[in-house]
């Protein structure tokens, strides 16, 4: 008898079999990488955040601080004198710009360029019209315990993201 060209119904299911066992093996690698790219998308997202704002200081000749509200997740900028009555016109009371990190993606602590790390809290880094910064790194953990630091530079001002130990 000539067999046909197609597949028999036993060798369809040893494929969807072989398939399936991969799929099961492949899966848990592949969600691993995401929360760690949520991590280090938060951390490039805050470095971007904080390049702007240097860069805001330096084009506006105005001190800016960013603040980092450490339980809420969130970071957004101000000018020392916004706050109260030494203001100086409209734009120094309007609201300033908010970012919050991914879902699953926290600020683990603040560390200034000299004192005690702050795990909780309010973590401030100034930055000058000369383009330097009053210096200080900010820890970022993802789900899995991925940490990356986001650190300014006390002399240039300049925001350097590495992987945290």
Known sequence: MKRSGGFTLFELLVVLVLVSLMTALAAPRLV????????????????????????????????????????????HFKRPDSGGSGSDGPEAAAPQKRFTLSEGVRFEKGIPVQGDATPSGEFLIAFFPGGGSSGGTVVLTGENDRRYAVSADLITGAIRVAEAE
Do not use: H, N, P
């Open 32 to 75: 691993g990488s995401l929360s760690r790219l949520g991590a280090r998308t938060s951390a490039q997202k805050v470095s971007a955040a904080l390049r702007m704002l240097r860069s805001k200081a330096a084009t506006e000749k105005k001190t800016y601080l960013a603040v980092f509200e450490m339980d809420k997740g969130a970071l």
